[in-house]
């Protein structure tokens, strides 16, 4: 760690907050955190760099050498999330003196409002963009109930929980009779979660519904990215897809397989690190496999809970114009229009919902009812009636039938958390379905409606080549398939550097990429290099 | 001059009808006196089920309209059997746009659908109102009578002595004949079609279904080049086209708030979609958004917020302070339509009490009459009220950087300036320049573009700036 990240992160301390009142709510579906608040809140991050800024550091040490704590956790998440994770700058970019992008951002959205508004005082932009301290609150949100601080960004509690418990309890705990470890970490994920306040990240589900929240948006929680803030200048959130975006992020974490304690608990007791750690060996399943199905799926019940919350808040009110496909409306218009040329799925000149939200979902389901549990098979069968409710309610009047849709999204969502629960215990993804579902999804990547949609073809890029490529030495061969899509992520986790990548300094590249976007060139391109 | 900006917009044109009107007929029984509720309404505004309507053929002999010298007197006929867009417009419901546009409707043929021959056809004979009837002569596209009126019960009388002593009043309710040298009456007439009606539009649906957008300016479509006109004006520039212009102006806006109400009340039936998208400002929307244009830094939104399309910018960018009166009732309606969720039975009413507004307007005009002489001040004063329409208070950006406002600002102040002819020499370059900056691209690649895809605002707001320090100088202030 150089001696600037030490100060910054220093800088960042404030010490524990403390929220009064405790609100708690019915729980929001399967995958999400519990909606209890803790009583007590500890959000900054001094106290985590004192032990995760190497295993080598001095604060780690005696982790290392009492607990082999290194074995079972990396010890260096601060020193990345500090120098590689933009979640650690989420608050900085957002300061108009500090950001070009936030600059143009408050000067359109100022507009009309009090003159003393700030971007960086807008709660509206601090659910995402710094770490919320009161996040299971649905009052109107006040100033104060965010960290506002610019080396704090989304830190680490923002997603692993603020209980100031588990963060005393992970490392305090004496160790059990016959452990070398604290005896926290043998503790089920639902203790973790009930007594100390720890946010289950192990689990598919619980990490992509926290990570949708922002990157889909969850209005319940006020995450949301209107289309207000994307007129103002917001980059366009990319298609949200699980083990792609935990590829390209800076990782902090380790999967199974590098990290001995699992790889070890594995082998001894694989039942225990199932449940207790949602390992398993990648020869029984493909922790891809699993992370695409549930972020999937995840990913769809975000934006389905998105639309029916909006329509929810008054009657008759449509869904945010963000929740459609941006670009059936935001192109120029040319003749020939290949959007003319190749016909509309409803009426002409509604716009569709996003089409990516669905699209790997399909394939999901798709591949599930053709596996041989009859009830999964029901529930998975019901996927294709329940979008087309979906797209059908949002063609049937510009922008939709507000209680057509409403009633759908809810339909759909519901279906969402039905079918999270039928994979949790009735599927495992062996080597063997993971490439059907590999062979499923580069199929639909070169479907002549996938193509129509090049977020769709972005999302289904993503999926194929993190699943297909898993674990297999083929990593060109993998980069030049993700080199097709017409959406890079950038790649922090080899980015050079002590700060992290921002979308903003991406953004003119990424867009341009979008926009010289040729179908046609892709499917060649992607038949050859996928050899499917 | 030239007056090439928006070509692409002037090109024939498909209408559709959603909803059969069930408007009673606006004039009434030929006998009956105006009342004083139809005095507030100007007169010449054909409804469906007017009167009997017939072929050209009936105007067409030679020692009538049709003599062999198109562009002369008595050569009317001949002169839009020439090379007049209207006669063509059935003939355009065969072609491969109108085609794909009906397969991407689910409908039927065009050339048979009762919607598109509304305004491509004179669909109207015996009062089938927009059925099928076997015998109309649709090839004939849209011919004298859709414009003139239903001609049977005035083909008979309007070559005989007397017709000329009648007004233009009692032409258009005694015999339905269309009061075309009427400018309220005509532009109204024109926008029937051009705009849209209760019994004819184009909303989104056709238009993304691949019929191009309606944007009619009066003043534009009389000097486009390709319209060979088969009439003289009573009027002499600059009084004409001027007048034309403001006159245009209103019958517009009358006309697709009329349609807004049509189409708010279909919505509450249930009957149509809402909110209906082309009432937005196209280019709001309709631009790729992957890479910056920047326009925010030279220009304001007109008062919207961010991320909200304008409602018809189009039609109320000119409906400015000192240029035409306020209109409260159409500002009440601006209002109310740029809500985020609008009830379609509020929008109807708010419509139909612009529309009263706007028609009181126009009744006037055409009781009192216009000033037709145009003096060098009154000119002057025009083009300082658009340009300084065109620029926020402190002149340092565009006020609004819709394209659809700032191109109505280009064609009001090229209506000034090729009616002023010679006498706009001084300042005419920079209009040419800004119709130039606002021109869609021109086509390349086999493409075709439909968007002023490269506008640069940065331009266009150095033009108006440049035409309002000329005033300036020249003390026109």
């Given at each position: 760690?150089?001696?600037?990240?030490?100060?910054?992160?220093?800088?960042?301390a404030?010490?524990?907050?403390?929220?009064?009142?405790?609100?708690?709510?019915?729980?929001?579906?399967?995958?999400?955190?519990?909606?209890?608040?803790?009583?007590?809140?500890?959000?900054?991050?001094?106290?985590?760099?004192?032990?995760?800024?190497g295993a080598?550091?001095?604060g780690?040490?005696?982790?290392?050498?009492?607990?082999?704590?290194?074995?079972?956790v990396?010890?260096?998440?601060?020193?990345?999330?500090?120098?590689?994770?933009?979640?650690?700058?989420?608050?900085?970019?957002?300061?108009?003196?500090?950001?070009?992008?936030?600059?143009?951002m408050q000067?359109?959205?100022?507009?009309?409002?009090?003159a003393d508004?700030?971007i960086?005082?807008?709660?509206?932009?601090?659910?995402?963009?710094?770490t919320?301290?009161?996040?299971?609150?649905?009052?109107?949100?006040?100033?104060?109930?965010f960290?506002?601080?610019?080396?704090?960004?989304?830190?680490?509690?923002g997603c692993?929980?603020?209980?100031?418990?588990?963060?005393?309890?992970?490392?305090?705990?004496?160790?059990?009779?016959?452990?070398?470890?604290?005896?926290?970490?043998?503790?089920?994920p639902?203790k973790?979660?009930k007594?100390?306040?720890?946010?289950n990240?192990?689990?598919?589900?619980?990490?992509?519904?926290?990570?949708?929240?922002?990157?889909?948006?969850?209005?319940?929680?006020?995450?949301?990215?209107?289309?207000?803030?994307y007129?103002?200048?917001?980059?366009?959130?990319?298609p949200?897809e699980?083990?792609?975006?935990?590829?390209?992020?800076?990782?902090?974490w380790?999967?199974a397989?590098?990290?001995?304690?699992?790889?070890?608990?594995?082998k001894?007791?694989?039942?225990k690190a199932?449940?207790?750690?949602?390992?398993?060996?990648?020869?029984?399943?493909?922790?891809?496999?699993?992370?695409l199905?549930?972020?999937?799926?995840?990913?769809?019940?975000?934006?389905?809970?998105?639309?029916a919350?909006?329509?929810?808040?008054?009657r008759?009110?449509?869904?945010?114009?963000?929740?459609?496909?941006?670009?059936?409306?935001?192109?120029?218009?040319?003749?020939?229009?290949?959007?003319q040329?190749?016909?509309?799925?409803?009426?002409?000149g509604?716009?569709?919902?996003?089409?990516?939200?669905?699209?790997?979902?399909?394939?999901?389901?798709k591949?599930?009812?053709?596996?041989s549990?009859?009830?999964?098979?029901?529930?998975?069968?019901?996927f294709?009636?329940?979008?087309?409710?979906?797209?059908?309610?949002?063609?049937?009047?510009?922008?939709?039938?507000?209680?057509?849709?409403?009633?759908?999204a809810?339909?759909?969502a519901?279906?969402?958390?039905?079918?999270?629960t039928?994979?949790q215990?009735?599927?495992?993804?062996?080597?063997?379905?993971?490439?059907?579902?590999?062979?499923?999804?580069?199929?639909?990547?070169?479907?002549?409606?996938?193509?129509?949609?090049?977020?769709?073809?972005?999302h289904v890029t993503?999926?194929?080549?993190?699943?297909?490529?898993?674990?297999?030495?083929?990593?060109?061969?993998?980069d030049?398939i993700?080199?097709?899509?017409?959406?890079?992520?950038?790649?922090?986790?080899?980015s050079?550097?002590?700060?992290?990548?921002?979308?903003?300094?991406?953004?003119?590249?990424?867009m341009?990429?979008?926009?010289?976007?040729?179908?046609?060139?892709?499917?060649?391109?992607?038949?050859?290099?996928?050899?499917? | 001059?030239?007056?090439?900006?928006?070509a692409?917009?002037?090109?024939?044109?498909?209408?559709?009808?959603?909803?059969?009107?069930?408007?009673?007929?606006?004039?009434?029984?030929?006998?009956?006196?105006?009342?004083?509720a139809?005095?507030?309404?100007?007169?010449?505004?054909?409804?469906?089920?007017?009167?009997?309507?017939?072929?050209?053929?009936n105007?067409?002999a030679?020692?009538?309209?049709g003599?062999?010298?198109?562009?002369?007197?008595?050569?009317?006929?001949?002169?839009?059997?020439?090379?007049?867009?209207?006669?063509?417009a059935?003939?355009?419901?065969?072609?491969?746009?109108?085609?794909?546009m009906?397969?991407?409707?689910?409908?039927?043929?065009?050339?048979?659908?009762?919607?598109?021959?509304?305004?491509?056809?004179?669909?109207?004979?015996k009062?089938?109102h927009g059925?099928i009837?076997?015998?109309?002569?649709?090839g004939?596209?849209?011919?004298?009578?859709?414009?003139?009126?239903?001609?049977?019960?005035?083909?008979g009388?309007?070559?005989?002595?007397?017709?000329?002593?009648?007004?233009?009043?009692?032409?258009?309710?005694?015999?339905?004949?269309q009061?075309?040298?009427?400018?309220v009456?005509?532009?109204l007439?024109?926008?029937?079609?051009?705009?849209?009606a209760?019994?004819?539009?184009?909303?989104h649906?056709v238009?993304?279904?691949?019929?191009?957008?309606l944007?009619?300016?009066?003043?534009?479509?009389?000097?486009?080049?390709?319209?060979?006109?088969?009439?003289?004006?009573?009027?002499?520039?600059?009084g004409?086209?001027m007048?034309?212009?403001?006159?245009?102006?209103?019958?517009?806006?009358?006309?697709?708030?009329?349609?807004?109400?049509?189409?708010?009340?279909?919505?509450?039936?249930?009957?149509?979609?809402?909110?209906?998208?082309?009432?937005?400002?196209?280019?709001a929307?309709?631009?790729?958004?992957?890479?910056s244009?920047?326009?925010?830094?030279?220009?304001?939104?007109?008062?919207?917020?961010?991320?909200?399309?304008g409602?018809?910018?189009?039609?109320?960018s000119?409906?400015v302070?000192?240029?035409?009166?306020?209109?409260?009732?159409?500002?009440d309606?601006?209002?109310?339509?740029?809500?985020?969720?609008?009830?379609p039975g509020?929008?109807?009413?708010?419509?139909?009490?612009?529309?009263?507004?706007?028609?009181?307007?126009?009744a006037?005009?055409?009781?009192?009459?216009?000033?037709?002489?145009?003096?060098?001040?009154?000119a002057?004063?025009?083009?300082?009220?658009?340009t300084?329409?065109?620029?926020?208070?402190?002149?340092?950006?565009?006020?609004?950087?819709?394209?659809?406002?700032?191109a109505?600002?280009?064609?009001?102040?090229a209506?000034?300036?090729?009616?002023?002819?010679?006498a706009?020499?001084?300042?005419?370059?920079?209009?040419?320049?800004l119709?130039?900056?606002?021109?869609?691209?021109?086509?390349?690649n086999?493409?075709?573009?439909?968007?002023?895809i490269?506008?640069?605002?940065?331009?266009?707001?150095?033009?108006?700036?440049?035409?309002?320090?000329?005033?300036?100088a020249r003390?026109?202030q």
């Amino acid at each position: 760690m150089t001696a600037v990240t030490r100060v910054r992160i220093a800088v960042a301390a404030t010490g524990i907050a403390v929220v009064a009142g405790v609100t708690i709510l019915a729980s929001p579906g399967r995958g999400q955190p519990p909606a209890d608040k803790p009583a007590n809140i500890a959000f900054d991050v001094s106290g985590c760099v004192a032990c995760h800024s190497g295993a080598d550091q001095p604060g780690a040490r005696r982790f290392k050498t009492n607990f082999k704590s290194d074995e079972y956790v990396r010890l260096n998440e601060s020193i990345v999330w500090d120098s590689k994770d933009p979640h650690s700058v989420a608050f900085k970019v957002i300061v108009p003196e500090k950001n070009p992008l936030a600059a143009r951002m408050q000067s359109v959205l100022e507009k009309g409002k009090p003159a003393d508004y700030r971007i960086d005082a807008d709660v509206a932009c601090l659910t995402c963009h710094s770490t919320d301290l009161n996040p299971t609150s649905r009052q109107p949100r006040k100033l104060e109930e965010f960290a506002r601080q610019d080396n704090l960004g989304v830190g680490c509690t923002g997603c692993h929980g603020l209980d100031a418990r588990w963060q005393a309890a992970h490392w305090a705990e004496p160790a059990a009779a016959g452990t070398a470890y604290p005896a926290f970490r043998m503790h089920s994920p639902e203790k973790k979660q009930k007594e100390y306040g720890l946010h289950n990240l192990r689990d598919p589900g619980t990490k992509a519904m926290l990570c949708a929240s922002c990157h889909v948006g969850s209005p319940a929680e006020g995450r949301t990215v209107t289309h207000e803030m994307y007129a103002a200048g917001h980059p366009p959130l990319p298609p949200f897809e699980l083990p792609a975006f935990m590829e390209h992020e800076p990782r902090h974490w380790g999967f199974a397989s590098e990290l001995p304690f699992l790889s070890s608990l594995i082998k001894t007791d694989a039942t225990k690190a199932w449940e207790l750690f949602h390992a398993r060996s990648e020869a029984v399943e493909s922790s891809a496999a699993r992370n695409l199905a549930v972020g999937s799926i995840a990913s769809l019940k975000a934006e389905m809970m998105g639309l029916a919350a909006e329509m929810g808040k008054s009657r008759g009110a449509l869904p945010d114009f963000a929740r459609f496909d941006c670009y059936a409306c935001h192109h120029d218009l040319v003749i020939p229009s290949a959007r003319q040329e190749a016909g509309y799925a409803g009426a002409p000149g509604r716009p569709p919902l996003k089409a990516w939200v669905a699209v790997v979902p399909g394939v999901v389901a798709k591949h599930a009812a053709g596996l041989s549990n009859a009830s999964l098979k029901a529930v998975a069968a019901g996927f294709d009636a329940k979008w087309q409710a979906v797209t059908d309610a949002a063609l049937a009047q510009p922008f939709g039938d507000s209680t057509a849709l409403t009633a759908a999204a809810n339909d759909l969502a519901k279906w969402c958390d039905d079918f999270l629960t039928a994979i949790q215990s009735d599927v495992v993804y062996t080597p063997a379905e993971t490439a059907k579902l590999a062979d499923a999804l580069a199929a639909v990547a070169v479907d002549k409606q996938t193509l129509r949609d090049a977020e769709a073809v972005a999302h289904v890029t993503w999926a194929y080549a993190t699943l297909d490529f898993a674990g297999k030495k083929d990593a060109a061969r993998r980069d030049a398939i993700l080199a097709l899509s017409p959406l890079k992520l950038p790649d922090r986790e080899k980015s050079k550097g002590d700060k992290p990548i921002t979308v903003g300094s991406i953004l003119d590249d990424r867009m341009q990429r979008f926009r010289e976007f040729l179908p046609d060139v892709f499917r060649g391109k992607f038949v050859v290099l996928s050899g499917k | 001059m030239k007056r090439r900006i928006l070509a692409g917009l002037f090109i024939p044109v498909v209408c559709w009808v959603a909803v059969q009107a069930a408007t009673p007929n606006p004039n009434g029984s030929a006998e009956t006196r105006p009342s004083v509720a139809d005095l507030a309404k100007p007169f010449g505004l054909l409804g469906p089920n007017a009167g009997v309507y017939s072929a050209a053929t009936n105007c067409s002999a030679s020692n009538c309209h049709g003599n062999d010298r198109p562009g002369s007197k008595g050569g009317e006929y001949t002169t839009w059997a020439g090379d007049d867009p209207h006669h063509k417009a059935y003939a355009v419901l065969f072609n491969d746009v109108s085609v794909r546009m009906m397969a991407n409707l689910k409908r039927g043929p065009a050339h048979e659908d009762p919607q598109c021959l509304q305004c491509h056809a004179v669909n109207e004979e015996k009062h089938y109102h927009g059925e099928i009837v076997p015998g109309r002569a649709l090839g004939e596209g849209v011919s004298c009578d859709a414009c003139h009126g239903p001609s049977q019960a005035w083909l008979g009388e309007h070559f005989r002595e007397g017709w000329k002593q009648l007004t233009d009043r009692e032409k258009f309710e005694k015999y339905q004949f269309q009061p075309t040298k009427d400018l309220v009456a005509r532009s109204l007439m024109c926008a029937r079609c051009h705009v849209g009606a209760r019994d004819r539009e184009v909303n989104h649906d056709v238009i993304a279904a691949g019929h191009p957008r309606l944007a009619f300016e009066a003043a534009r479509f009389h000097f486009t080049d390709n319209y060979p006109k088969h009439w003289t004006e009573r009027l002499p520039n600059p009084g004409f086209e001027m007048r034309l212009w403001e006159i245009g102006q209103v019958a517009a806006l009358r006309q697709v708030i009329d349609l807004l109400a049509a189409r708010a009340e279909r919505a509450t039936a249930k009957q149509a979609p809402w909110p209906e998208l082309s009432e937005s400002s196209c280019f709001a929307c309709h631009q790729d958004v992957t890479g910056s244009k920047n326009r925010t830094v030279y220009g304001e939104r007109n008062g919207r917020a961010p991320g909200r399309a304008g409602w018809q910018v189009w039609y109320t960018s000119l409906i400015v302070p000192k240029l035409l009166p306020a209109f409260d009732r159409v500002k009440d309606l601006r209002v109310l339509m740029a809500h985020d969720v609008i009830d379609p039975g509020v929008a109807a009413e708010a419509a139909r009490k612009a529309v009263g507004e706007l028609d009181a307007w126009l009744a006037g005009v055409q009781q009192r009459g216009y000033q037709t002489s145009i003096s060098p001040g009154f000119a002057a004063e025009y083009r300082m009220i658009l340009t300084q329409s065109a620029l926020t208070d402190d002149k340092r950006k565009l006020r609004d950087t819709d394209w659809d406002f700032l191109a109505q600002h280009a064609l009001a102040l090229a209506a000034v300036a090729h009616a002023l002819g010679d006498a706009s020499a001084e300042w005419r370059p920079l209009v040419e320049k800004l119709q130039a900056a606002l021109a869609f691209p021109p086509d390349a690649n086999g493409k075709h573009f439909n968007s002023p895809i490269d506008y640069d605002a940065k331009t266009v707001l150095e033009l108006f700036q440049a035409l309002d320090a000329k005033l300036r100088a020249r003390g026109e202030q």
